[in-house]
Nanobody, 120 residues
Framework: QVQFVESGGGLVQPGGSLRLSCAHSGSIFSIYAMGWYRQAPGKQRDLVALITRNGNTNYADSVKGRFTISRGNAKNTVYLQMNSLKPEDTAVYYC??????????????WGQGTQVTVSS
C-alpha cells in the first residue's frame, strides 16, 4: 500500500540539467536503500544511482560525475540531480525503495516513473 509521487522530468537540450524528486507514503517496515532506475525504449531497467540508509552511494558508470543522488530531510524523500545530460540519458526514470517487509523478506517498491527526454 505504498504510494509514490515523482516529479522533475521533462524535455531538456543536451548539456542541460534536471532534478528529479520522489516522495513515498505508506508504511514500510525497514528501508535499506532508496534509488533511481531507468528504462530506455527497447532496453531493460537498469540502476542509475542508490543511497543507503547509512548514506553510502552507488552510481552506474555511465552517470558518474554527472548525476548526484541525495536524501531529503524527511526519510521518505530522495532526489536525483542530473547535469550534462546526453541523448542516451533519455528514458523513463523510476523511484525505488529497497526494504525488509514485516515478514522479514526483501521487497522492492516502485514509483510510476517520470519521462526524461534529452534532445535538441
Amino acid at each position: 500500500q505504498v504510494q509514490f509521487v515523482e516529479s522533475g522530468g521533462g524535455l531538456v537540450q543536451p548539456g542541460g540539467s534536471l532534478r528529479l524528486s520522489c516522495a513515498h507514503s505508506g508504511s514500510i517496515f525497514s528501508i535499506y536503500a532508496m534509488g533511481w532506475y531507468r528504462q530506455a525504449p527497447g532496453k531493460q531497467r537498469d540502476l542509475v544511482a542508490l543511497i543507503t540508509r547509512n548514506g553510502n552511494t552507488n552510481y552506474a558508470d555511465s552517470v558518474k560525475g554527472r548525476f548526484t543522488i541525495s536524501r531529503g530531510n524527511a526519510k521518505n524523500t530522495v532526489y536525483l540531480q542530473m547535469n550534462s545530460l546526453k541523448p542516451e540519458d533519455t528514458a523513463v526514470y523510476y523511484c525505488n525503495v529497497e526494504a525488509e517487509d514485516y515478514s522479514g523478506d526483501n521487497v522492492d517498491y516502485w514509483g510510476q516513473g517520470t519521462q526524461v527526454t534529452v534532445s535538441s
